[in-house]
């Protein structure tokens, strides 16, 4: 079993609509968890970061996390084609904070 | 500072040569990372280097693998012999810190292709 588990996509959402994307992780002492945004032919960038249950919000995207469910999503409100890519979940090694797990990535198509 | 620094960028070789990536971290960094991305496999990582040690290389795929990091501002990973298999995009990475909030910074990568 992988870690970090995402599907793979591609989730395609219309122009100003809300984007839903999923992570889900094995290891239950889990800490910390990322999202990155990987544009194609780009490196990973981060987006931002969650370490306590519940909703964090930055700008148009929010994360969520629910660790008794193990599992990690990311919203991004009004959905802009800017934000086609491939999004990222990342989570920290328990034991080791240098240590990062990545999903395979789900690719988000924005569609005008 | 000019962030992570790969080299080369592209990189077209025949099976069986040896080939070396190149990576320069951000400046005060002190773990580097290098990893690979297959549309099969995601981004794997290979191995890992905290202070110039490497910590953690269970992920190097084969003895044809191999990382060095002789000095905080350098890292190599080599493939000899290379094959097809071979053939990804290696990205190397940088963190500093080393807290629950560490953000890992991305190298433009470098784009193998082994024929």
């Known amino acids: 079993q992988k870690e970090v588990e995402q599907n793979s996509g591609p989730l395609s959402v219309p122009e100003g609509a809300i984007a839903s994307l999923n992570c889900t992780y094995s290891d239950r002492g889990s800490q910390s968890f990322f999202w990155y945004r990987q544009y194609s032919g780009k490196s990973p960038e981060l987006i931002m970061f969650i370490y306590s249950n519940g909703d964090k919000e930055d700008g148009r995207f929010t994360a969520q996390l629910n660790k008794a469910s193990q599992y990690v999503s990311l919203l991004i409100r009004d959905s802009q084609p800017s934000d086609s890519a491939t999004y990222l979940c990342?989570?920290?090694?328990?034991?080791?904070?240098?240590?990062?797990?990545f999903g395979s990535g789900t690719k988000l198509n924005v569609k005008p | 500072d000019a962030g992570v620094i790969q080299s080369p960028r592209h990189e077209v070789t025949e099976m069986g040569q040896e080939v070396t990536l190149r990576c320069k971290p951000i400046s005060g960094h002190n773990s580097l990372f290098w990893y690979r991305q297959t549309m099969m496999r995601g981004l794997e990582l290979l191995i890992y280097?905290?202070?110039?040690?490497?910590?953690?290389d269970s992920g190097m795929p084969e003895d044809r693998f191999s990382a060095k990091m002789p000095n905080a501002s350098f890292s190599t990973l080599k493939i000899q012999p290379s094959e097809p298999r071979d053939s990804a995009v290696y990205f190397c990475?940088?963190?500093?810190?080393?807290?629950?909030?560490?953000?890992?910074?991305f190298g433009q990568g470098t784009r193998l292709t082994v024929v």
């Open positions: 280097f905290n202070n110039n040690v490497p910590i953690d």
């Open positions: 990342a989570v920290q090694g328990l034991y080791n904070f240098n240590k990062f797990y």
């Open positions: 990475a940088s963190t500093g810190g080393g807290g629950r909030d560490t953000e890992a910074f």
